[in-house]
């Protein structure tokens, strides 16, 4: 992202929930500057409540520069309806050509490769060709909420050639669309199954229609493999929720990992090798109803197959959940799980 930040010629969107304070927030900084200060157009949209620890030199900075910085949903007395709702969207895209989505946020705990534990497990991905329009226009569709403009022209909208061979789209949802997109892809997406699903997932919050729709693949014989945080978390309450919700994915024969290395933060979902989404959405109500995300889609057997090999290393330093081990947790464990899972609607 870097890289491609520092290549830019014409525009810069770059949109992100997390933005702290670190030697990676002023890596990123830095480079938007000096952009910036060499006529590129810069925007940077940063959520409120996400970039509540960006260093306040690095917005000082930005300004002065030139950059356009946005806060998504800031705290007035006028947008307390819509405290709850953030973007959770992390879109980069440069020159119109280059676009970047996944899990990462602008922070050092990604600055590793997720094997320590002060390090995040996480999967960003960088894309080019006529997808990058849809990252663009995604990007767009907050811009003018927060900064009423609208980005328009080849500085934002070149002409793309296909490049590569995958079937692309950017897939986005938002509270303010009244509907739930997102969700619905990811049911349709399980409900398709025929042979296989595997997703990883940062925050795992099935309510019941999720967990009827996984049991209902399974028993059309559809393996499924999830793989979710372990003993590193950022949040003990939604694990806890998330364990509340288990009992009839293990009867169903639902395979689930706990990740150990370190915090694991990744989304993606890989159907039958073949469809794989991925992008800033959690399986959680807060992804599929309250917060702007934005997914990546793909259908290619050979980007797929790719993904699978990343999964399997995953899950080989994971530990399977059985359904004994489940049910063996501690008394507290499980009042704590069941006291979690009351809140799960806002997870």
């Given at each position: 992202m870097l890289e491609a930040i520092r290549g830019a010629q014409e525009s810069i969107a770059f949109e992100t929930y997390i933005y702290w304070s670190g030697d990676i927030g002023q890596q990123f900084s830095d480079a938007l500057c000096e952009r910036a200060?060499?006529?590129?157009?810069?925007h940077v949209l940063l959520d409120w409540l996400g970039a509540d620890k960006i260093d306040g030199k690095f917005l000082t900075a930005m300004k002065a520069a030139g950059v356009q910085v946005e806060r998504y949903h800031p705290l007035r007395w006028y947008n307390l309806s819509r405290l709850n709702n953030r973007t959770h969207r992390k879109l980069l895209v440069v020159d119109g050509r280059i676009g970047f989505t996944g899990g990462v946020g602008i922070a050092?705990?990604?600055a590793g490769n997720g094997s320590a534990k002060d390090h995040w497990r996480d999967s960003?991905?960088?894309?080019e060709g006529p997808a990058v329009a849809q990252m663009q226009a995604a990007f767009g569709d907050n811009w003018m909420k927060t900064h009423a403009q609208v980005l328009f022209g080849d500085a934002y909208y070149p002409e793309l050639p296909q490049i590569g061979r995958s079937r692309a789209q950017v897939f986005k949802s938002s509270r303010d669309e009244g509907s739930e997109s997102v969700r619905l892809m990811y049911l349709l997406s399980i409900a398709s199954a025929t042979k296989s699903i595997r997703l990883q997932a940062a925050y795992f919050v099935p309510d019941d229609l999720a967990i009827d729709t996984l049991v209902t693949a399974r028993k059309r014989g559809v393996t499924i493999e999830i793989?979710?945080?372990?003993?590193?978390?950022d949040s003990e309450i939604v694990q806890g929720a998330s364990r509340s919700r288990w009992a009839a994915l293990l009867d169903a024969g639902v395979l689930i990992y706990e990740y150990q290395p370190s915090l694991y933060h990744c989304k993606v979902l890989i159907v039958d090798d073949v469809w794989v989404s991925v992008g800033s959405t959690n399986f959680d109500n807060r992804s599929f109803r309250l917060n702007d995300e934005a997914n990546l889609n793909i259908y290619d057997a050979a980007f797929a197959a790719e993904q699978v090999t990343v999964f399997e290393s995953d899950k080989s330093v994971s530990r399977r959940m059985t359904r004994a081990d489940f049910r063996n947790r501690s008394t507290l464990g499980k009042m704590f799980d069941a006291v979690a899972g009351l809140l799960r609607q806002q997870f």
């Open positions: 200060q060499a006529g590129v157009k810069v050092d705990v990604w960003h991905y960088k894309i793989i979710v945080p372990g003993p590193n978390t």
